[in-house]
């Protein structure tokens, strides 16, 4: 009776031993690779931002000025930067990427190396400086502030010659110096052939891939600001998403291989566009898009201004499928954000606090049809959290799985977001979304990949219980967040 009382014991330990080393020895999942860096991780939570197109367009009614621009045509007559960064922060926009030069080669700053800049138009009797207001503002208020410097320039004699190279350079050394920090760069990927050019009028055909050398401007930047992203076509912090319409692909990877998509190469759009699973590298996709059918302001588009129901497709189709968006509002003649688009963006913005008010799944019950080592540290409850740094996770080689959030009670439900972990890379290749109804699921929804955000618009429905599938991910999914509205 004894022996055996103790043999009990015994087997009671063991177990309760085995079990907390279980706990404890549980590993972390393997990264699944590319992986993102610590400032792509940064870009992708700024999520959405403004674009800033200015220049003698404005006031000449181009949208590709041609280079011979006289300086005197740019002369905004009620200019107030405030009154941008007001709008811009209201509409919930993280920061403003500035045209500083476009197409034409006009500097909205008073370069040194040229003559072509706000130094020598009318306005503010050629002391003002467009870049320095907009760049203070934005880092006074809270705001990251962007460069767009067009690598194609219309006015420029020696364009397409090495010295033009080297006048490129030295003007991201002189905005950079003087007016960082800047978060995100801009490379223009557009060369269209024609230009004023110094006076030649004429066609010049460069080879982007090598002409400008990009490796070493890259460096050149990198070492003045190391924590800035490169937007282009081919990154290699963030690529172009393909179109300028406002979406990414309903299937969206991070991953591409950057070799196959530089700068200048057509019929990409579409790898642009849903990136591959198998891609190289971690360039996840930026999508630009205007307020207005043209990126500069004209008075004729004052009543083709998107309309907030509009924005908030782009929304859906952008961040809601893991981009970033970075929407273009124009200054109008006076140097103001025109009325009609004042009003669209608040409309749109009081679209998205109504839609995303209330997420139902925070601190919901969730549960799990299996979790990593049985571990409380992988568990389905970590996706209810509002932590976004934990996460549910399964075994190395399980990759499906089964989360149910259970409301309280029964809510009718429009939103479910989801978010990857992708610090350890994306994974998620197909999900399914269901709800309890009554006696039985019902799948409402279904998608492929989720990366760092995925927005899924559902018919509206009353229920309970909401169960996320997921069907394939390349390896182990890792879910950090479920948000419910
Ligand atoms: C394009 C340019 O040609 C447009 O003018 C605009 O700047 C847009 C954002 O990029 O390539």
């Known amino acids: 009776m004894k022996r ?9 330990t063991v177990i309760r031993v085995t079990g907390a080393e279980k706990e404890t020895q549980v590993t972390v999942p393997q990264p699944v690779y590319p992986l993102p860096t610590d400032r792509q991780l940064a870009w992708h939570e700024m999520e959405q931002y403004a674009f800033i197109h200015f220049t003698t367009n404005t006031f000449t009614g181009k949208e590709w000025g041609f280079g011979d621009e006289k300086e005197d045509v740019f002369n905004p007559s009620k200019l107030d930067v405030n009154q941008w960064i007001k709008v811009v922060k209201a509409a919930g926009l993280k920061a403003i990427v500035l045209t500083c030069k476009h197409h034409d080669g006009f500097c909205l700053w ?3 190396y040229t003559d072509h800049s706000v130094k020598n138009s009318k306005w503010m009797g050629g002391k003002g400086n467009i870049v320095k207001l907009v760049a203070d503002a934005c880092h006074q208020s809270g705001l990251k502030f962007g460069v767009y410097l067009s690598p194609w320039d219309r006015n ?11 006048y490129y350079r030295n003007q991201l050394r002189e905005l950079f110096t003087l007016y960082g920090p800047v978060f995100e760069m801009w490379f223009d990927g557009a060369n269209g052939g024609d230009g004023y050019y110094g006076g030649a009028r004429e066609k010049r055909k460069i080879d982007a891939s090598k002409y400008y050398d990009w490796p070493t401007t890259l460096n050149l930047v990198r070492k003045m600001e190391p924590n800035i992203v490169f937007f282009s076509d081919a990154g290699p912090d963030v ?5 300028e319409s406002g979406y990414a692909g309903e299937t969206n990877w991070g991953n591409i291989t950057s070799d196959s998509i530089y700068a200048g190469k057509s019929g990409i759009e579409s790898l642009l566009n849903r990136g591959d699973e198998d891609g190289k590298s971690y360039i996840p996709a930026e999508v630009d898009v205007s307020i207005r059918p043209g990126w500069f302001y004209h008075a004729e588009e004052d009543n083709k201004v998107k309309s907030p129901e509009k924005l908030f497709e782009i929304y859906l189709s952008s961040v809601g ?3 970033n968006l970075i929407l273009n509002i124009p200054p109008d003649r006076r140097g103001l954000l025109h009325e009609n688009d004042v009003k669209s963006l608040m409309g749109w913005r009081k679209i998205i606090d109504q839609a995303f008010k209330t997420n139902l799944a925070l601190h919901a019950q969730v549960s799990s049809d299996t979790h990593r080592g049985n571990s409380t540290l992988y568990a389905g409850s970590n996706v209810s959290d509002g932590n976004k740094d934990t996460y549910w996770a399964t075994a190395d080689n399980i990759t499906q799985g089964e989360l149910i959030i259970s409301l309280n009670g029964e809510k009718m439900i429009n939103y479910i977001t989801l978010q990857e972990y992708i610090k350890l890379g994306q994974r998620v290749k197909e999900f399914t979304i269901s709800v309890w109804a009554g006696n039985s699921w019902k799948e409402i929804s279904k998608g492929t990949t989720i990366g760092y955000k995925r927005i899924v ?29």
């Open 321 to 323: 499928r893991g981009s």
């Open 110 to 112: 008073p370069s040194q």
């Open 457 to 485: 618009k559902v018919d509206p429905i009353k229920t309970d219980r909401v169960k996320i599938s997921i069907l394939n991910a390349k390896a182990s999914p890792l879910i950090s967040t479920i948000e419910i509205y």
């Open 156 to 166: 420029r004699k020696d364009y397409g010659s090495p010295s033009y190279v080297e």
């Open 4 to 12: 055996r009382f103790f043999i009990v014991l015994f087997l009671i």
């Open 239 to 243: 690529r172009w998403v393909g179109n």
